[in-house]
C-alpha cells in the first residue's frame, strides 16, 4: 500500500504558468477538429480573392486564392494564441491560482488540490492525464484544465521526478483498475 504524500504548500510564478499554457496548446492542437476554429476568416478572405481577381487565368487565381488562404490560417492562429496567451498572463495576477498557495496531496484513492478557500478532491481513475513538461508536472484534472507542480519545490530533481513517477503510478493503477 501506497504511502500518502503532501506538499509544501506553493504559489505558482507567472513563468510556470506560460509553460503550461504553451504545452497546453501543443497538447489541444494535436487533434485536427482543434483548427477548425481557425477557418472561417482565412476562407472568407480566399473566398473574396477568388471572387475579385476575374482577370486573371483560373490556374492562377486558384494558385494565389490558395496561397492567401494558408497565409491567412497561419498568421490567424498565431495571432488568436499569441492573443490568448498575453490575455492568460495579464490576468494571472487577479486569479486564484496567481495569488494563493496551492496544496496538493496524494492519497491511495484521491489527488486533492486546495488552495485557501476551496480543497477538490478527485479519484485517481477520473484524472484525465499526468503528464510532465519542462520542470512541471501536470495533473490534467480535466482535458483544458490542470494542477501546475512545479519541480521548485522539491528539495532536488530528483525528489521532483520521484513525485511525478509515483502520481503517475497510482493514476496508471487506477484507470487499470477501473477498466477491468
Not at 488568436?80 to 495579464?90: E, K, S, V, W
Not at 484544465?145 to 513525485?163: G, K, L, Q, S, Y
Request: glycine share 4%.
Amino acid at each position: 500500500m501506497a504511502t500518502d504524500i503532501e506538499l509544501s504548500p506553493y504559489r505558482i510564478t507567472a513563468n510556470e504558468y506560460a509553460a503550461f499554457n504553451l504545452h497546453f496548446l501543443v497538447r489541444h492542437y494535436r487533434s485536427w477538429k482543434s483548427w477548425l476554429i481557425f477557418v472561417p476568416a482565412p476562407l472568407f478572405l480566399a473566398v473574396m480573392i477568388f471572387l475579385t481577381s476575374d482577370n486573371l487565368a483560373v490556374e492562377v487565381r486558384l494558385g494565389v486564392t490558395l496561397a492567401a488562404f494558408f497565409i491567412a490560417f497561419i498568421l490567424s492562429a498565431i495571432l488568436m494564441q499569441g492573443c490568448a496567451l498575453a490575455r492568460c498572463l495579464l490576468r494571472f495576477g487577479k486569479q486564484p491560482i496567481g495569488q494563493a498557495e496551492i496544496r496538493v496531496s496524494l492519497t491511495d484513492g484521491l489527488f486533492i488540490s486546495a488552495l485557501p478557500q476551496q480543497e477538490v478532491r478527485y479519484k485517481w481513475a477520473g484524472l484525465h492525464d499526468v503528464v510532465r513538461s519542462g520542470k512541471l508536472s501536470l495533473v490534467y484534472v480535466h482535458p483544458h484544465m490542470a494542477v501546475i507542480i512545479p519541480d521548485r519545490i522539491f528539495a532536488d530533481e530528483e525528489a521532483a521526478h520521484t513525485f511525478f513517477d509515483e502520481a503517475h503510478d497510482r493514476w496508471t493503477r487506477a484507470k487499470a483498475t477501473a477498466g477491468s
